[in-house]
């Protein structure tokens, strides 16, 4: 019992951080039916920007809750800024051709991050400073929690209700789900879908990086790769909740997660070894979408002629 | 005269290939020779060749979104590897009254055959039920069986599972660019036959394509059976030529090369998908060469940045011209249009 509620503790930890990733992705998804699979690049480029900052305002040195929140908050920003200048840039011009030709410039744009990062930091793993005391509180047994991992709970949930504030009660929200509804009747009401768009984008990628520093806090090593394999993850975790639906990304997320963690634990009962990690996701994602195509929450849509 | 026409092609094909494969040799072809970099570039090309047209069966001719490619090449590179290893030994010396040339093309051209249909039935496992789903819900399966058969490989003790896999050296360039022509060849004329129209039909609307009595699931499955076995080829040729095999050379990135290859050429074009596996195989290697820039003190390696560029030489294309280098058109419809610019009309057929 004390192990399947630590599994379940690790699983729901990772879970969440998925479900920070998964709802940009779900967002942008969305917005544009495009995968904008530089998403999980973003996720690194948050975890990155928030190590700069930590290690060059001091707050790795002396920790404490102020110096967290910065750099939270930091690396959130940046990566926004970077999140609209990638639409800007790259998704804009290529948003009125194929489906081929985004999807390929979304990848293009993935690459592009992992090589520049490469090159500026060199593929050698950094370890992220600890912000906030980290201790271990033991629940009954031999499951334990740590702070950080109570950290990573309490601040994905804060961003997500924030989310779920900003696009069901603010104006912009009302013109986010207006235009993922139908982006060109929404133009002709009056709503700049530009400005929507590169706003979702600025939402996603703070998000992502919000993800990344809170990974960092858990597991500190950082590399310039470590978007790749989370951020595939995380978009599984997307459609897996059914893709274009909020709630239906943070859903995902966490299943994900715990699948993920359980199957680590307990596979082998099965005769699945825990080496079979990654491929869990991917397996359920298969399952998913054969069987219920829309995901789990997702509508389905009846194709017409 | 087609028919010598033909004969002609062949011998001159068969006699090009074994001239660059001599080259390639220690000895060289009568004193000529390519270095060992540049014989790694031509064999890379001559495989990616082969991906990027079988790869543009399924997604440039019939319109189906995969990004899974990889994971076919690997099932064939490990599935013959395996063959090889067991039994390659056998059969050569079975053979050895061949001589030693011969007896090894024998191994390489049933590791072949083995490759191929596995691939192939693998493709058809995958295939089925996933060519129900329609545009990125297809991409993302796809990509995930390709994931799921690259940690199955990598968990299968018995082709070495995370330490890596040796293969004998059985390919040479011979075969790996005669393969690349058999592939162009079969792909082309797939492409031009009834089946290939249909195939078309169903890239252009698949629902008008079903109302005109198009089996359009039955098309699907085929094409991608077909794309998968050649995938697979190209993977016994990468193993048999690399002699090592890694799961971690058949990662998604991987295939998201081919996916590449097949766009920056342009989609539904065989010359097309050529140009874009020689672009995308040369112009990493090309991008090596660029100078360091020293300014004010700090110098920049640009040679270091290459990937970088790549990157960048990547989005700009599909920027400035989505449709790829080629778009739709071949090579040989550029060249029938200069010559129709020159001839008064009334003279064509």
Known sequence: MDTFVQQLINGLTIGSIYALIALGYTMVYGILRLINFAHGDIYMLGAYAGFIIATSMGFAANPSAIGFAVTLVGSMAIAAAVGMAIERFAYRPVRKYSKMTTLITAIGMSLFIEYLFVFIFSGTPRSFPQLLPNENITLFGNATISTSQILIFVVSMLLMFLLQWIIYKTKIGKAMRAVSFNLNSAKLMGINTNFVIAFTFALGSALAAAGGVLTAQYNPKIEPLMGIMTGLKAFVAAVLGGIGNIPGAVLGGLLIGAAETLVVGYGGYIGVPSTFRDAVAFAILILVLLLRPAGLLGSNVQEKV | ?349
């Open chain 2, 1 to 349: 005269m087609s028919w010598l026409k033909n004969i002609g092609a062949v011998v001159a094909i068969f006699a090009v290939l074994y001239v660059l494969n001599a080259m390639m040799s220690s000895a060289g072809f009568f004193g000529t020779g390519i270095n060992d970099y540049q014989s790694r570039l031509l064999v890379f090309i001559a495989i990616n060749i082969i991906l990027a047209t079988s790869l543009n069966l399924i997604n440039g001719f019939t319109g189906q979104f995969s990004i899974g490619h990889a994971g076919f090449m690997a099932i064939g590179a490990y599935a013959s590897a395996y063959f090889s290893n067991v039994y390659g030994e056998s059969i050569v010396r079975s053979f050895s009254f061949l001589g030693e040339t011969a007896a090894v093309s024998v191994v390489l051209l049933i590791a072949i055959i083995v490759g191929a249909l596995v691939a192939a039935l693998m493709g058809l496992i995958v295939g089925i039920p996933s060519l129900r789903l329609k545009g990125d819900y297809l991409a993302i399966v796809t990509l995930g069986f390709a994931e799921i058969i690259r940690i199955v490989i990598l968990n299968i003790d018995a082709v070495g599972g995370a330490t890596g896999y040796s293969v004998p050296g059985y390919a040479n360039f011979f075969w790996i660019g005669l393969f690349a022509i058999v592939t162009i060849v079969v792909i082309n004329n797939i492409v031009n036959s009834d089946s290939g129209r249909a195939l078309v039909s169903i890239r252009e609307d698949e629902l008008a394509a079903e109302a005109m009595g198009v089996n359009t699931t039955r098309y699907k499955v085929t094409a991608f059976v077909i794309g998968s076995a050649f995938a697979g080829i190209a993977g016994v040729l990468f193993a048999h030529n690399n002699k090592f095999l890694h799961t971690n050379d058949f990662q998604f990135i991987k295939s998201f090369e081919i996916i590449i290859m097949i766009v920056i050429g342009g989609m539904g074009s065989i010359t097309g998908a050529i140009l874009g596996a020689i672009i995308v195989t040369l112009l990493p290697e090309l991008l090596r060469m660029l100078p360091d820039v020293t300014l004010g003190g700090f110098t920049v390696r640009f040679a270091d940045l290459r990937l970088v560029i790549f990157a960048l030489i990547l989005i700009v294309t599909m920027i400035v011209r989505p449709q790829g280098l080629l778009g739709t058109m071949e090579i040989g419809h550029i060249f029938k249009r200069f010559r129709r610019a020159d001839k008064p009309t009334g003279g064509m057929k």
